[in-house]
């Protein structure tokens, strides 16, 4: 008896054992569903770009400016350039009414002035919301330029801050600040849609 007795009972357990683990290997699958479909979606913080083209074919003018919103409020502006006939030059970059880039650049119409002012260097007591400014190019043709500002907004109600559907325009010559309203810029050899 003690002999059937130790094998019946080694097998139960064994058994036992087998049912135990496949059910515990049953649940951790679940939970990794349920956590793999209920896991938030990042979203992504507001912004908008503008991937500048040349306006005339025999001027290669390449370049971005990104938009993004800061924890303040305020809009942040990096602007990329690579215009290699302008090298070791400075160009007027501006934002213009439209966000049209036809006709070489001249259905984005003139600069983005919503309140009306005289045209000016950018933080003066007279400019344009559209007045950037010149960005100084390297020996190879690449420039940089950063700005952040309360003046504008990416999107919303105050048409006298939003930047969206505007024409990013880069000019061939330098903005001199004070010819009116352009700054004698020059042609727009570059132009690109904030989106």
């Known amino acids: 008896m003690k002999h059937i007795f130790k094998p019946v009972t080694i097998l139960t357990l064994l058994f036992?054992?087998?049912?135990?683990?496949?059910?515990?290997?049953?649940?951790?699958?679940?939970?990794?569903?349920?956590?793999?479909?209920?896991?938030?979606?990042?979203?992504?913080?507001?912004?908008?770009?503008?991937?500048?083209?040349?306006?005339?074919?025999?001027?290669?003018?390449?370049?971005?400016?990104?938009?993004?919103?800061?924890?303040?409020?305020?809009?942040?502006?990096?602007l990329n350039l690579h215009i290699p006939s302008r090298a070791n030059k400075e160009v007027a970059v501006h934002l213009h009414e439209h966000g049209d880039c036809g006709e070489m650049g001249n259905n984005a119409h003139g600069h983005w002035n919503p309140t009306n002012d005289t045209h000016g260097k950018w933080g003066s007591a007279h400019f344009h919301r559209g007045d950037i400014g010149n960005v100084t190019l390297d020996a190879d043709g690449n420039g940089k330029f950063q700005m952040q500002t309360d003046l504008w907004a990416i999107g919303g109600d105050d048409s006298t801050k939003n930047i969206l559907n505007r024409a990013v325009i880069v000019h061939g010559g330098v903005d001199d600040y004070v010819t009116q309203p352009t700054g004698n810029a020059g042609n727009r050899i570059g132009c690109a849609v904030i989106k």
């Open 16 to 78: 036992s054992g087998a049912v135990l683990f496949s059910c515990n290997s049953g649940s951790s699958t679940e939970q990794t569903t349920a956590t793999t479909d209920t896991a938030p979606t990042p979203t992504a913080a507001p912004g908008a770009i503008a991937e500048i083209t040349p306006s005339y074919a025999d001027t290669l003018v390449e370049g971005k400016a990104v938009f993004t919103t800061t924890d303040d409020g305020k809009v942040n502006m990096e």
